[in-house]
């Protein structure tokens, strides 16, 4: 079974969010693409709404939007952008890059929140402690 690590983007707060998904719920983000929306219930963030942004897989090669698939495909880089940055200026290096879908082959997912549900992030998560303990007074 496919299992995933979702690093969830706040864009409201600055925080990521580092989250498993594993068997059903990694099943929910197999054969999306980058540019889709995902539920976050899969990573426990209900009532929210996820963009999937980029990726990477075991190899740490990462998910190119502009190569159609899930594969790997070696592409000629001439420009700086997503898993490539030039030494000089004009210099071209060929890269062996992932495709922009979702498989099994994919470890990490990058996702930022579009969409929110009533309750926060640290509360879903967990993060937040009861502001009720310890507001006992002393007797």
Do not use: C
Request: glycine share 12%.
């Amino acid at each position: 079974m496919a299992s995933f690590n979702v690093v969830v983007a706040d864009p409201d707060s600055g925080a990521t969010y580092q989250l498993e998904a594993a068997e059903q719920d990694a099943n929910r983000f197999i054969g999306k693409e980058l540019g889709e929306e995902v539920d976050g219930t899969a990573v426990g963030l209900d009532g929210y709404t996820l963009e999937l942004t980029g990726g990477s897989d075991d190899a740490g090669r990462p998910m190119r939007d502009d190569i159609a698939g899930p594969n790997l495909k070696e592409v000629l880089m001439r420009e700086e952008g997503v898993g490539y940055r030039p030494d000089r200026p004009g210099e071209r290096r060929r890269l062996t890059l992932r495709g922009r879908q979702v498989s099994e082959s994919t470890s990490q997912i990058n996702a930022k929140i579009v969409a929110r549900g009533d309750e926060s992030v640290e509360s879903l998560l967990g993060l937040v402690e009861d502001e009720d303990e310890g507001d006992g007074e002393d007797e």
